[in-house]
């Protein structure tokens, strides 16, 4: 692909340029809790700022389940990103009113050399979803906001998307992958070709049924599997274990049980579990064997045995990928499992990538120092689509114009 460097060497100078960004960062209220996807954007934002460009980004914030009218519900509005990319930046970043509107004009129109603005939150325009016409419809209207202009996809956390920002606009100006965008893939590209091994995934999160695809993908091709999170007890209760209140899958069982079979020197499960009597950070809780859970207790973390196990398979790991926590990190009781395997990642020899989306954010939660870890992704989604061996459109519509 045509990278940002490209577009940079070819002149940007007083040049309008439309960047998708995925700022879709966790708030609580309207102030954000982690702002790493924020962070990630910067090096593709000042090189095009440093470079002249009259820089409009479009992102999207929230799962919008009723997309308009667009301003009426706050928590859709991009406004504390566009505050925290301001103080990052030491600029004001100017923020429209509406995605393709009047105001969204004006806002363009206004752009001078190294100034940057954004458009209101993409999602709350329909088109952006909609039908292939739709979307090349809203794709259209956005080239026009930047005429003369050129488009830098740099939200790896959509280009598993089809929707008008991120593959329909490539198709209506010259498109470059940014910064971000160019590393994921690479790093990813490192993982699914020739890893160096041994090679070590650990996969966490709620369910089998999410992550059975990136498992029956994996399995033939890792050294070693450990799963973590509400996930495992599906895994549990195919070994034959009582998993009391802990959330599980009927329906995946036999499936979990045929991969313990074919894989049973991959797959590694929990030894020990954090179980509690309520899904509450008050709770009664206990640390017991897998095959103790009490009756009617729910398991919510790994345990300390179970960090230990972990950590001895990655102790001479050459590549590890991480997806997934081990709990509800979410909770100070049930935190520790998550914690503990992020410092055993950290600790390991062994280039890391961390998959993005939970992940993620339970590293910045543990307060562990990012360049510990070879890689941390910005896109947990389209990490996993990638393993699974999926084409993404986002990547594979800039691929084609190169």
Known sequence: MKTVDDLVAEGVQDRYVLLRADFNVPLDGYSITDDGRIRAALPTITKL???????????????????????????????????????????????????????ARDVAGALTAGGVAMLANVRCEPRETGSASERDALAAELAELVPGGAFVSDGFGVVHREQASVYEIAHKLPAYGGDLV?????????????????????????????????????????????????????FLAAEGHDVGGSKLESDQIETCRDLLSRYPDTLVLPADVVVADAFAADADTRTVPVNEIPEGWMGLDVGPETVRLFGEKLTDAA????????????????????TGVAEAVADSPAFSVIGGGDSASAIRAAGLDEERFGHISTGGGASLEFLEGKDLPGIAVLEEGS
Request: proline residues 6%.
């Open 49 to 103: 700022l440093g470079a002249g460009a009259k820089l409009l980004v479009t992102a999207h914030l929230g799962r919008i389940k009723d997309p308009e009218p667009l301003g009426r519900d706050k928590r859709s509005s991009l406004a504390p990103v566009a505050g925290r990319l301001g103080q990052l930046l030491d600029q004001r970043v100017s923020l429209a009113e509406d995605v393709v509107g009047q105001s």
């Open 182 to 234: 160019a590393r994921e893939t690479e790093v990813l590209r490192r993982l699914t070709g020739d890893p160096a091994r041994p090679y070590v995934v650990i996969l966490g999160g709620s369910k089998v049924s999410d992550k059975l695809a990136v498992l029956t993908n994996l399995l033939p091709t890792v050294d070693t599997l450990l799963v973590g999170g509400a996930m495992c007890f599906t």
């Open 319 to 338: 590549t590890v990928f991480w997806n997934g926590p081990m709990g509800v990190f979410e909770m100070e009781p049930f935190a520790a499992g998550t």
